[in-house]
T-cell receptor, first 115, second 111 residues
Framework: NAGVMQNPRHLVRRRGQEARLRCSPMKGHSHVYWYRQLPEEGLKFMVYLQKENIIDESGMPKERFSAEFPKEGPSILRIQQVVRGDSAAYFC?????????????FGPGTRLTVT | QQQVKQSPQSLIVQKGGISIINCAYENTAFDYFPWYQQFPGKGPALLIAIRPDVSEKKEGRFTISFNKSAKQFSLHIMDSQPGDSATYFCAAGSGTYKYIFGTGTRLKVLA
């Protein structure tokens, strides 16, 4: 029973390039969450998606960041024109439902380094 | 009001000792309190969680104590082992999807 999968695990981008991070939720899970973790800090909520819908993107920076979860395929977190401050670990989590009590299961993360 | 304050920032415990990590919250709407364990280079893994209708939950060597009136909850690791050395995060949710995470406690258990 595969867990949440993320790729790539490590990503190096130069300033101004685009970064694409992928997340495949656990089997049977249709809700995906993205979090960002800066060094020595806790995780900060970015966005919550269901298939083909963005439910809450209140934690996303207003510019350069976008997320999608298409009907087929993984969820994608896209960062355009990356800057050094975007260097962080990005974690995806999934759950079977977004209602009521539930548990979020995290993937191994993508560590983005912007040079 | 959305913060979860976690302490201590780091903790060193002898093998066999008890590790205690504390968290405090302000938002009374929070009603789900999970703890996550994270090893270097890995994603957080759910360890144990509690809801405010109980004051304590125990799973193996891990216990959550919950004080609703004080808006505090804590993780106790009994008989701590070197393999428990990791970073521990508390979190709070309100039955919705946004977890608010504490800043983490780096635990080191000495052999």
């Amino acid at each position: 029973n595969a867990g949440v999968m993320q790729n790539p695990r490590h990503l190096v981008r130069r300033r101004g390039q685009e970064a694409r991070l992928r997340c495949s939720p656990m089997k049977g899970h249709s809700h995906v969450y993205w979090y960002r973790q800066l060094p020595e800090e806790g995780l900060k909520f970015m966005v919550y998606l269901q298939k083909e819908n963005i439910i809450d993107e209140s934690g996303m920076p207003k510019e350069r960041f976008s997320a999608e979860f298409p009907k087929e395929g993984p969820s994608i977190l896209r960062i355009q024109q990356v800057v050094r401050g975007d260097s962080a670990a990005y974690f995806c989590a999934s759950s079977p439902t977004g209602q009521g009590y539930y548990e979020q299961y995290f993937g191994p993360g993508t560590r983005l380094t912007v040079t | 009001q959305q913060q979860v304050k976690q302490s201590p920032q780091s903790l060193i415990v002898q093998k066999g000792g008890i590790s205690i990590i504390n968290c405090a919250y302000e938002n009374t709407a929070f009603d789900y309190f999970p703890w996550y364990q994270q090893f270097p280079g890995k994603g957080p893994a759910l360890l144990i969680a509690i809801r405010p209708d109980v004051s304590e939950k125990k799973e193996g060597r891990f216990t959550i104590s919950f004080n609703k009136s004080a808006k505090q909850f804590s993780l106790h690791i009994m008989d701590s082992q070197p393999g428990d050395s990791a970073t521990y995060f508390c979190a709070a949710g309100s039955g919705t999807y946004k977890y608010i995470f504490g800043t983490g406690t780096r635990l080191k258990v000495l052999a």
